[in-house]
């Protein structure tokens, strides 16, 4: 397991220095931190850890959920027979009861990935009433709920990644572009965007964000069109090839807001006759194994690395220090890293 750590760590190094520096270095030393985690005083053969994720069926959280319950018994030392993972079925009432039956079954601390992350201050207050330290991952609750914890010592934290920068580097990497994005020349970046589940902050911020980078750069832009696709490969398809029905060659930029829409997208654009880098762009978010793919073959523009390792690491080591009585801040954040052709490779090492 230390060998798997140490490439993982030259791979983020590696990708580091391609790249951006400064915020891989931080990813480089949340790893580290994880790696190193110190368990003196921690009751491993006991400790009862709940975890619920919002849906088992969503591509990205899979890889999250994975490589967490990986990290804590592998790496932490946990046993698996005592920890427990949920599905959250995307309905909050359902994973509001498996919170309480966590509750009555005594874990000692809970990793959540709320349904609807309107939900936290109820959910906090069921677990810190039963005095069980909460780590919320994925997704963010409101800054007024963070700052509660942080005012009233409610052992509650969120360990995520902020959206803000995952749009920002797509908007980046669509003015990295040979034509910054202008296909056809006309003085401005026509797009669609293919939104996430609107509820969510992520899905929020990387919409707005991936558009105000080309704007802030003084680009002028065209929304064709904004729609949901709820994270859903199949629904990214079905908007796109209707998009491409309606708008066609206007069509220059699709924006995902993650890649699971952007690979359903990708099916509707070559359905469709269209190439893409050619006569039309199209960037996602997560880096998955098949979008890192795609990118090296030419058939994605880029998307953004969704740092699911060094989430949920830094996830279980909070878990960690709530379980060793320490202090732990109400809101930690993992950097993204853009991920082109450049560097598609790297990221894919990194992942294997
Ligand atoms: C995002 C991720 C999406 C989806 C979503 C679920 O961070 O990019 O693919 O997993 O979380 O909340």
């Keep these: 397991m230390r060998k798997k750590i140490l490439s993982l760590l030259l791979s983020v190094a590696m990708v580091a220095s ?17 790696a190193a985690v110190d368990m003196e005083g921690v009751d ?8 619920s994720i919002y849906k088992f069926d969503d591509n990205f959280m899979t890889l999250y959920r994975t490589e967490l319950v990986r990290y804590l018994t592998e790496d932490l030392g946990f046993k698996e027979e005592n920890i427990t ?29 709320l349904v609807q992350s309107s939900s936290a201050p109820q959910v906090t207050d069921l677990c810190n009433d039963a005095g069980i330290p909460v780590v919320y991952i994925n997704r963010q609750p409101e800054e007024a709920e963070s700052n509660r914890w942080a005012d009233e010592g409610i052992k509650a934290t969120y360990v995520g990644a902020d959206a803000r920068q995952s749009g920002t580097y797509q908007g980046e990497e669509i003015l990295e572009t040979s034509n910054g994005g202008d296909i056809n020349g006309d003085g401005k970046v026509s797009y669609i965007m293919v939104q996430g589940d609107p509820e969510n902050i992520d899905a929020q911020n990387r919409t707005e964000y991936s558009v105000k980078a080309l704007t802030d750069a003084g680009v002028e832009v065209e929304e064709l069109l904004l729609q949901r696709g709820d994270w859903d490969q199949a629904k990214g398809q079905q908007i796109v090839q209707d998009a491409l029905t309606q708008f066609g060659d206007q069509i220059e930029v699709v924006f995902c807001n993650n890649d699971a829409m952007a690979l359903g997208a990708l099916q509707a654009i070559q359905a469709a006759g269209r190439v893409v880098n050619e006569d039309i762009y199209l960037v996602g978010v997560d880096a998955l194994t098949d979008a890192l793919q795609n990118i090296q073959d030419g058939n994605m523009t880029g998307t ?30 993992v950097d993204y890293i853009k991920a082109t052709a450049d560097n598609a490779a790297d990221i894919l090492a990194l992942l294997q």
């Design 44 to 51: 491993v053969e006991n400790t009862k850890i709940g975890i």
């Design 304 to 333: 953004v690395f969704n740092d699911h390792i060094g989430q949920s690491h830094m996830a279980a080591d909070t878990a960690v220090k709530f379980l060793k009585g320490e202090e732990v801040e109400p809101v930690i954040m």
């Design 18 to 34: 391609m790249m951006v520096p400064a915020m891989a270095e931080e990813t480089t030393e949340a790893a580290e931190a994880a």
């Design 85 to 113: 993972v949920t599905d959250g079925k995307n309905d909050q009432a359902e994973q509001t009861n498996q919170i309480n039956n966590f509750i009555t079954a005594g874990v000692n601390v809970m990793i959540l990935n």
